[in-house]
């Protein structure tokens, strides 16, 4: 039996709920010395997530900061370091939002943390493959997913191929030749029926016990 609006307060109802439906998430475009990246975030999954990532970027937290760890297969990371390799100081870590249904595949960008569940600041990851053992379990919490990659995933690629090594204070999986974020802003709001899919290729196999900790 369909449903039909038979009371003009019912039928605006209907048309309201529609358009919050509809509304666009939230768009960032992150302007990196390798090409521009565009994300889209979920804040329906992961408000406080989204929240927290949005405040870094209107304030220009992230404008200067570097892409400090990529493991091709895996993941590439960065919103934490600067060009000298010194750790910008974030703001009050955010909850752990790992059990809201959303899945570390590739194109999808996570927030990096500790051990500690709920030590996510700033720093943030783009999955380059399908990396589900970062979700969260039963009996364990996971890697936040808040948004994925609509735009620019070939300029996550090229990062991936870039030879990694030492650099600063890390001993391995630095690019060695450096990706600056030059500047992430929010982009004009669209009807999220306008935003495509993001189309990118199969994911490439996941090396086996990787972590996305935070190095110490």
């Not at 400090?68 to 703001?91: C, L, N, S, W, Y």
Request: with cysteine; glycine share 8%.
């Amino acid at each position: 039996m369909s449903l039909r609006c038979t009371l003009p307060i019912a039928c605006l109802f209907l048309v309201v709920s529609n358009a919050v439906a509809e509304q666009a998430a939230p768009r960032v475009k992150m302007q990196t010395t390798a090409g521009d990246i565009v994300i889209e975030l979920d804040p329906s999954k992961a408000p406080a997530t989204v929240a927290n990532f949005l405040a870094y970027v209107d304030k220009g937290f992230y404008d200067g900061l570097i892409f400090h760890r990529v493991i091709p297969g895996f993941m590439a990371q960065g919103g934490g370091f600067d060009t000298r390799f010194v750790i910008k100081e974030p703001d009050e870590p955010v909850t752990n939002e790992s059990r809201n249904g959303l899945s570390n595949l590739r194109g999808t960008i996570a927030m990096a943390r500790t051990a500690a569940p709920h030590s996510a600041t700033s720093q943030f990851f783009i999955n380059l493959a399908d990396n589900r053992r970062l979700d969260a379990g039963e009996y364990r919490w996971g890697y936040t997913v808040f948004g994925k990659v609509i735009e620019g995933m070939n300029v996550v690629d090229g990062i991936a191929e870039i030879p990694t090594g030492p650099a600063g204070p890390f001993r391995q999986d630095v690019p060695q030749f450096m990706v600056t974020i030059k500047r992430m802003s929010r982009l004009a709001p669209v009807n999220s029926k306008q935003v495509s899919e993001n189309k990118t290729p199969a994911p490439a196999s996941d090396p086996a016990g990787r972590r996305i900790d935070e190095p110490t």
